[in-house]
């Protein structure tokens, strides 16, 4: 493949191929791959109230604050009933947990580490560094 550290044609051949070979996995939505590209699935101990995702939990690092006043929710559906007596006001910090996998519009919010209610995305932004 290589000769005096000069790259062969056929080293390059063979480096082009796998590189190919790569991509046409990535675009055919290989399995291994794209899970290799997920962010580490978690385990999140919910209060009872709680709906659990179906699918779990996937970790999410950024800290996040409230952009408007919300409601929390029991589960990542629409239609989803409120957490009862729990509201997070504007610009309140909050403790999120994960994401349930497959619902990319819903962030799980905890207090010490319990996950105590699901709340839009959109109803939050990151916090400052």
Same mark, same amino acid.
């Given at each position: 493949?290589? @000769?005096? !550290?000069?790259?062969?044609?056929?080293?390059?051949?063979?480096?082009?191929?796998?590189? !190919?070979?790569?991509?046409?996995?990535?675009?055919? !939505?290989?399995?291994?791959?794209?899970?290799?590209?997920?962010?580490?699935?978690?385990?999140?101990?919910?209060?009872?109230?709680?709906?659990?995702?179906?699918?779990?939990?996937?970790? %999410?690092?950024?800290?996040?604050? @409230?952009?408007?006043?919300?409601?929390?929710?029991?589960?990542?559906?629409?239609?989803? /009933?409120?957490?009862?007596?729990?509201?997070?006001?504007? /610009?309140?910090?909050?403790? %999120?947990?994960?994401?349930?996998? /497959?619902?990319?519009?819903?962030?799980? %919010? !905890?207090?010490?580490?319990?996950?105590?209610?699901? %709340?839009?995305?959109?109803?939050?932004?990151?916090?400052?560094?």
């Amino acid at each position: 493949m290589m @000769t005096d !550290g000069v790259a062969s044609p056929r080293g390059l051949c063979l480096v082009a191929v796998l590189a !190919g070979a790569f991509a046409l996995a990535l675009a055919n !939505g290989n399995p291994a791959i794209a899970a290799a590209n997920q962010p580490p699935q978690v385990q999140i101990s919910l209060s009872d109230d709680l709906v659990p995702a179906p699918d779990g939990f996937v970790a %999410v690092a950024q800290k996040y604050v @409230t952009v408007r006043t919300t409601d929390l929710y029991i589960s990542p559906f629409i239609w989803a /009933g409120k957490v009862k007596n729990i509201h997070l006001a504007a /610009g309140q910090p909050v403790e %999120v947990l994960g994401q349930p996998k /497959g619902y990319d519009d819903w962030l799980l %919010v !905890g207090r010490n580490g319990t996950g105590i209610g699901y %709340v839009p995305r959109s109803d939050l932004t990151e916090a400052p560094r």
